[in-house]
């Protein structure tokens, strides 16, 4: 994946200064060099902080002191993208992010917030490099190792720090960590395309179709073992239907299961209504009982509506009896008012309470209501005559319908007791039915076990597809594809040995994706780098293997690495030599002086190697290397491009904010 570093940058807290840009060199081979102190060894955290890491490794002190933000222009096939991370603070580290995309970015002088996030940022870069969206867990174990390759897991390939650099027992970035080392182990297959995206869906898919062929096949099986009764019962079931006038009586009961199961389909399409109506097997007497009981249950309902009237009309006239009652008692209650009004004189006293009797108006009220009364009871004396008829009527139909209904019961009774055949057809019809309904049934069931039912068109269907996806994604096929893959891989870096400074330039070596290890073959034996001695051994080994890992990766057609890598005091196993040398006698032997122009000539061969590696990539390929060697080491080399050289003060932190902060914290 061309994805290469354009410049680093970073934002100071006093906003008067303007942003620190370190840029750099696209298809080159860039060189910051630099004294002790002065802030190379910085520069692979900023890198990996702004792309997303979980951590700030960046040193505390001075730089974070007087940066804001630190940033990224990273140049891609679709234009260049800005990525700058805020500074943690006291904190362990921040979310908060900086994006740009632009054809050309123009680094802003001040960021005055945050746009974007960390999780947005990885998610950008995931796409961006293309990574697949699937996991390697397809069995859904929850073995968090076995989740999808990120674009976190791919910095193990493009940094290499102090610490790493010339490591005997860790060759990848982070890889010192169980976590780290883990998930790279199983994203290797994929980073070396031995396992494409394409292969990667294809394994999710075969896992469900294989859930799929076992839940069917289950299914199957079950229906199998309730059949084998049905499959046993076949014959008898024949014989059955043959007694029942279904099968001709001439039938002579075959052993061969598809014609029984034939002459079954027959008698399930054969129809019951059919077989009731020749002339063999109905007798007037059912046709007659059939009538009968119509005419019962036409009789009955007209009795039922008889019944229901008369018991209406009967409670009718007990309620009129009754309201009568009441109104005769009202009446007697209200004579005493005709009493008074006949004795009363306006002369006299009242009789009942010796009161004069002046005002004689509630009298005339009561008068008045007892008359009311008097004409509603005399109404009610006599109940129409016509009420008295219809009444008489209903009670005859009552006894009509019910003599009916007796008479139609007696010869339904004599017709049942003279037609057992009658009853014994009826029994048989519905016999009949229930056994064509079950044999209907057991031939559905049949019809899922046969060769061309559908549940086994299905199975035969899925057991085609896995067979056709395990051949696909075969762990054969895959082991096959990694070693080559791991074969060209040590093909690319054994090529670049004998430029190296390397005791055994060579003997092959190996990169074992098992253990994450180098290891250097010869004819009886293999050696891993912990087996081996010398510090230039080691380095040696590093490079090559890490340059070839690089080439191998340009050489795929789907390459989500990013075409960078950083190397960060290369030169350190030689260097202390020259240090101590420094500090020897002003005449040193010539032994020691000859020692040294050996040590930087090992120390130039890595440079040379840088330099071919890039020439040989056509520029697809950036090394950013961070040192202490001088130019007098590297120089006159072609492909090398001088970033920065940090020396006699000057440094990764202008000083100008080095000295403002230290002002800041004295005042």
């Avoid at 409670?315 to 009446?331: A, T």
């Avoid at 960060?568 to 030689?574: E, F, G, I, K, M």
Wanted: aromatic residues 8%; glycine residues 4%; charged residues 30%.
């Amino acid at each position: 994946m061309y994805f290469q570093i354009k410049s680093i940058v970073l934002w100071p807290k006093n906003n008067k200064f303007l942003p620190q840009v370190i840029p750099f060199e696209t298809g080159k081979v860039n060189i910051i060099s630099g004294s002790s102190r002065t802030g190379k060894s910085a520069i692979i955290p900023i890198i990996d902080y702004c792309m997303g890491s979980d951590s700030c490794s960046i040193p505390v002190s001075t730089i974070r002191d007087t940066c804001e933000w630190f940033g990224i222009v990273i140049s891609t096939p679709y234009g260049e993208k800005l990525f700058a991370r805020r500074e943690p603070g006291n904190h362990k580290t921040t979310g908060d992010m900086f994006v740009l995309e632009e054809a050309l970015i123009n680094i802003p002088n001040k960021i005055e917030g945050k746009n974007s996030d960390v999780k947005r940022v990885k998610r950008t870069l995931d796409e961006l490099v293309g990574l697949t969206t699937l996991d390697f867990d397809v069995e859904e174990t929850g073995n968090n190792f076995r989740g999808r390759p990120s674009f976190r897991d791919l910095a193990a390939f493009n940094f290499q720090p102090q610490n790493i650099v010339a490591n005997p027992d860790v060759v990848f970035y982070k890889a010192d960590t169980y976590e780290h080392r883990e998930k790279l182990r199983n994203i290797f297959p994929f980073v070396l395309g031995a396992i494409s995206p394409d292969l990667m869906a294809k394994r999710h898919e075969l896992e469900s179709l294989r859930k799929e062929l076992t839940r069917k096949q289950k299914e199957l099986g079950a229906i199998r073992q309730v059949s084998l009764r049905w499959i046993a019962d076949l014959q008898s079931r024949v014989s059955e239907a043959k007694e029942m006038g279904l099968i001709r009586s001439d039938y002579i009961i075959s052993k061969d299961q598809n014609e029984l199961i034939d002459v079954l389909r027959k008698v399930v399409d054969f129809s019951v209504v059919e077989a009731n109506v020749t002339g063999e097997t109905i007798t007037h007497a059912i046709d007659e009982l059939l009538s009968l009981q119509k005419e019962e249950e036409e009789e009955a309902i007209l009795l039922s509506q008889a019944r229901r009237r008369f018991s209406e009309m009967t409670q009718l006239k007990e309620n009129m009896r009754r309201y009568q009652g009441s109104l005769n008692i009202q009446r007697d209650r209200l004579k005493v008012s005709s009493w008074l009004t006949e004795i009363t004189d306006p002369e006299h006293d009242c009789p009942l309470c010796g009161n004069h009797l002046e005002d004689s108006s509630v009298l005339d009220e009561l008068n008045k209501a007892l008359v009311s009364i008097e004409q509603q009871a005399g109404e009610l004396d006599s109940i129409p005559a016509s009420f008295d008829r219809e009444l008489e009527r209903v009670r005859g139909q009552i006894r009509l319908f019910t003599e009916k209904l007796n008479a139609i019961r007696i010869r339904r009774s004599s017709l049942e007791r003279k037609s057992e055949h009658a009853r014994s057809r009826q029994y048989e019809v519905l016999k009949m039915s229930r056994f064509i309904g079950n044999i209907e049934t057991s031939l559905l069931t049949y019809e899922q076990l046969g060769s061309d039912s559908e549940l086994v068109l299905e199975i035969s269907v899925l057991k085609d597809k896995v067979t056709t996806l395990s051949q696909q994604v075969s762990e054969a096929n895959i082991a096959d594809r990694k070693k080559r893959a791991l074969d060209i891989v040590s093909f690319n870096a054994s090529r670049l040995l004998p430029l190296l400074d390397v005791e055994r330039p060579d003997d092959p070596i190996y990169l074992s994706d098992e253990n994450l290890s180098i290891f250097v073959k010869r004819m009886d034996r293999e050696d891993y780098l912990w087996e081996i001695g010398s510090g230039s051994n080691w380095l040696s080994y590093h490079i090559a293997m890490t340059l070839g890992l690089q080439e191998y990766f340009l050489s795929l057609k789907q390459n989500p690495i990013p075409s960078f890598i950083v190397y960060d005091q290369p030169s350190q196993v030689y260097f202390p030599k020259r240090l101590a040398l420094s500090k020897s006698s002003i005449n040193p032997d010539p032994e020691e002086i000859e020692f040294r122009d050996e040590d930087v000539d090992a120390v130039r061969k890595v440079f040379e190697v840088f330099s071919y590696i890039v020439e040989k990539c056509n520029g697809n390929l950036q090394v950013i290397v961070l040192d202490h060697a001088p130019e007098s080491v590297w120089g006159n080399l072609d492909n090398i491009h001088l970033v920065k050289e940090w020396r006699n003060g000057e440094k990764l932190v202008p000083n100008e904010w080095i000295l403002d902060s230290e002002e800041e914290e004295s005042n």
